[in-house]
T-cell receptor, first 108, second 117 residues
Framework: QKEVEQNSGPLSVPEGAIASLNCTYS??????FFWYRQYSGKSPELIMF????GDKEDGRFTAQLNKASQYVSLLIRDSQPSDSATYLC????????FGTGTSLTVIP | GAVVSQHPSWVICKSGTSVKIECRSL??????MFWYRQFPKQSLMLMAT?????????EQGVEKDKFLINHASLTLSTLTVTSAHPEDSSFYIC?????????????FGPGTRLTVT
């Protein structure tokens, strides 16, 4: 079992819709959770991090964490074509683990 | 804040030569640096983790004698690809994490695209 699992996609949503990206992790001791966005040919950039159960909102992005279910998600409201990228979930405890990423395409 | 730079951004070299890639944290002290490799349309692959002043810890399957990592200061780590071959052509990305409260996050450099001919 991989430490961090993501659906590779591709996930396609129309412009203006909500994109929902999901991630599960195996280490119950994980303490910190991150979402990175990676455009094709570029390096990842950190867009959200969350440490506590519940929701954390930053602009159009909302990260949701449920430690009991070992589940973290990222919601992107009012999706824009510029949001089209690969989204990487990362989990940090004793070690830092990345998921393989979910490819998102926002269709104009 | 939390800016990481890499140099060069791209490099083309001949098979058999060595290439050095630098990774610098510009505005924080990077106690830990990570080196990743990414092939086209594939996910990030962690190659090694280095702590300042210590030997790097390599992931399984990564040849430490081929990929030499030096983390001599809190702001600089280097990756040297020795005797490069065409199969080493890839996108090499470093990341860095610092002291608390930054110790949980990794900040990525812009990457170095290596092409070995």
């Amino acid at each position: 079992q991989k430490e961090v699992e993501q659906n590779s996609g591709p996930l396609s949503v129309p412009e203006g819709a909500i994109a929902s990206l999901n991630c599960t992790y195996s280490d119950r001791g994980s303490q910190s959770f991150f979402w990175y966005r990676q455009y094709s040919g570029k390096s990842p950039e950190l867009i959200m991090f969350i440490y506590s159960n519940g929701d954390k909102e930053d602009g159009r992005f909302t990260a949701q964490l449920n430690k009991a279910s070992q589940y973290v998600s990222l919601l992107i409201r009012d999706s824009q074509p510029s949001d089209s990228a690969t989204y990487l979930c990362a989990v940090s405890g004793n070690q830092f683990y990345f998921g393989t990423g979910t490819s998102l395409t926002v269709i104009p | 804040g939390a800016v990481v730079s890499q140099h060069p951004s791209w490099v083309i070299c001949k098979s058999g030569t060595s290439v050095k890639i630098e990774c610098r944290s510009l505005d924080f002290q990077a106690t830990t640096m990570f080196w990743y490799r990414q092939f086209p349309k594939q996910s990030l692959m962690l190659m090694a983790t280095s702590n300042e002043g210590s030997k790097a810890t390599y992931e399984q399957g990564v040849e430490k004698d081929k990929f030499l990592i030096n983390h001599a200061s809190l702001t600089l780590s280097t990756l040297t690809v020795t005797s490069a071959h065409p199969e080493d052509s890839s996108f090499y990305i470093c990341s860095a994490s610092g002291l608390a409260p930054m110790s949980y996050e990794q900040y990525f450099g812009p990457g170095t695209r290596l092409t070995v001919t």
